[in-house]
């Protein structure tokens, strides 16, 4: 036991040096939040993150730490964050439990909206139809682009494929959702319909190769597998396929996109409809910096961890069941480098001001790993 005792003073006293240097180091984050302060800069500095990460791990002696090394940098930095946050603005904040900060804020009323793809992309249609067509529209090519543009300010709103009804989450979308800060605030659902378009000339006989995006390829197998020989072209979004085959002018070549792409480009119908379930949708979410709270707000997106212990999802879904809470949504996606350990994304319905819903979060918070609130809505 003398021995136990003699390590456990070590331990001890390492832990002492450990929380002297923890305050140390939030005394500096908050001199450098003064600092983003004056020059208007967000907290969440994500290159500076990835530094530390890569700073920290290179500072291990023994390298089979890195995970957890890692692990412990994420929790040390969002921690820093959030007293962060709190310093910053503490009427824009929404507590619940101990430790989740959520940034609220009011819908903008004048504000820049993005989307991923090119004009007449499905996801230029579901911006149009949610906030009407006087607002400001940027698009990008890719879905990371959009979060990029609202962390760095350059939109205020992103619009992004989240579901199909026929082929499933846009897992893309989900990872990006958990990498980066923002918030669900709404969403949009979409009857999707895709055409094979092409010039004047062509025919469904003429065409050898057809673009479009790996989702419209998807969407429409049952009628690409009538026509084997056809060379498929993944392209980045549906509507620049078909921007691209007016380009290219050429009979043997054909876009799968929607009715508003032909008429922006100019292309011709050769086949109408031909996704492979006539009940073919697409939910979009609505994506700010702040979360959106009001009465109306009813679905809460989550993303956590677990243990990997039997039941654990099991028990972490219970607790929605003990407090009357609906589950209106699973997905999971895997964790890089954890094989088979998997990150659970959750929508509940409900309202994050309720109090019977904040003692639901605290008591998930308890029995989970790294819970994320990623919008009310
Ligand atoms: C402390 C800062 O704020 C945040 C927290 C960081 C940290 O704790 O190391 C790093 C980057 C920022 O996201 C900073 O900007 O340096």
């Known amino acids: 036991m003398e021995r136990l005792d003699q390590i456990r003073a070590e331990i001890d006293q390492y832990d002492q040096q450990i929380v002297e240097y923890f305050e140390k180091r939030i005394k500096k984050a908050l001199e450098a939040l003064e600092i983003k302060q004056e020059l208007g800069l967000p907290i969440l500095q994500q290159d500076r993150e990835q530094l530390v990460l890569d700073k920290v791990v290179r500072h291990l002696q023994d390298k089979e730490l890195t995970q957890e090394i890692q692990e412990l940098y994420r929790i040390i930095m969002k921690l820093s964050r959030q007293i962060q946050a709190k310093k910053w603005n503490l009427s824009d904040l929404l507590l619940i439990g101990e430790s989740i900060l959520l940034p609220i804020g009011e819908p903008l009323s004048k504000k820049t909206i993005a989307f991923q793809g090119e004009p007449g992309a499905f996801g230029h249609q579901a911006l149009k139809k949610y906030f009407g067509n006087k607002e400001t529209v940027l698009h990008f090519e890719k879905f990371e682009d959009v979060f990029k543009a609202l962390v760095e300010g350059n939109a205020d709103y992103g619009v992004l494929p989240i579901e199909n009804s026929s082929t499933g989450g846009i897992h893309e979308v989900y990872d990006l959702l958990l990498k980066y800060d923002l918030y669900i605030v709404g969403e949009e659902i979409l009857p999707i319909e895709h055409h094979l378009l092409s010039v004047e000339g062509a025919t469904e006989e003429s065409i050898v190769e057809v673009y479009s995006h790996i989702q419209g390829f998807r969407q429409c197998k049952s009628f690409l597998d009538q026509h084997p020989d056809w060379k498929l072209i993944t392209y980045d979004n549906t509507a620049a396929s078909a921007k691209l085959i007016k380009e290219l002018n050429e009979t043997s070549k054909a876009a799968i996109a929607s009715k508003e792409a032909a008429e922006l480009y100019g292309l011709k119908v050769l086949k109408n409809n031909i996704q492979t379930n006539q ?17 109306e707000s009813k679905k809460i997106s989550l993303i956590y961890s677990l243990r990997h212990n039997v039941g654990s999802l ?46 639901a979060i605290e008591e998930l918070q308890e029995n989970i790993i790294n819970l994320k609130i990623i919008g009310n809505y």
Do not use: A, M
């Open 279 to 295: 009940e073919n949708w697409t939910r979009f979410i609505i994506v700010g910096r702040k979360v959106e709270l009001s009465e």
């Open 314 to 359: 099991y028990d972490s879904l219970g607790i929605f069941t003990k407090h009357g809470i609906n589950l209106v949504k699973l997905e999971s996606r895997p964790i890089p480098n954890q094989p088979w350990k998997y990150h659970f994304y959750v929508d509940v319905e409900g309202n994050l001001l309720d109090k019977q819903i904040q003692r």
